[in-house]
């Protein structure tokens, strides 16, 4: 299966960047790994690609790591129907104090959009 991970700097995708890894390993996905850097953000993504290094190395998987710049949600579903993935997997939601949960705004978006599976690892 060729997965597209979407991740920034939060910690929930860098769980699913946990978790995305061991699966890959384990099942011999084909990894990708997007890094989506924000215009508007004052961060850059150094943090975020010295992490995914790290975690690859640690669980010695090989993946495709690729920059993109501009909105994150329609940089993520332009590349995965570009490139035919078959799975895109995000971080985020929390649960709200009624049970319900709460998406960020570029998982609600991919999730509204997309034309292929969307996993998202809470």
């Known amino acids: ?11 929930d995708s860098f769980r699913a960047l946990e978790e995305t890894i061991e ?5 011999g996905d ?3 790994i997007a890094i989506v ?25 090989e993946a495709e790591v690729k920059t993109l710049t501009g909105h994150p949600g329609s ?11 078959d799975r895109i997997v995000l971080g985020g939601g929390e649960t709200s104090p009624l049970g319900k949960v709460q998406l960020g705004s570029v998982a609600e978006f991919v999730l509204l959009n997309a034309r292929t599976t969307v996993t998202l690892v809470r």
């Open 75 to 85: 940089q993520l579903l332009e590349l995965a129907e570009r490139e035919g993935y």
């Open 37 to 61: 850097e924000d215009p508007d953000s004052e961060t850059g993504t150094g943090d975020v690609e010295s992490r995914v290094d790290e975690a690859l190395a640690e669980a010695s998987v």
């Open 1 to 11: 299966m060729d997965l597209l991970l979407g991740i920034g700097d939060s910690e």
């Open 30 to 32: 084909t990894l990708t």
């Open 23 to 27: 699966r890959a390993r384990e099942a």
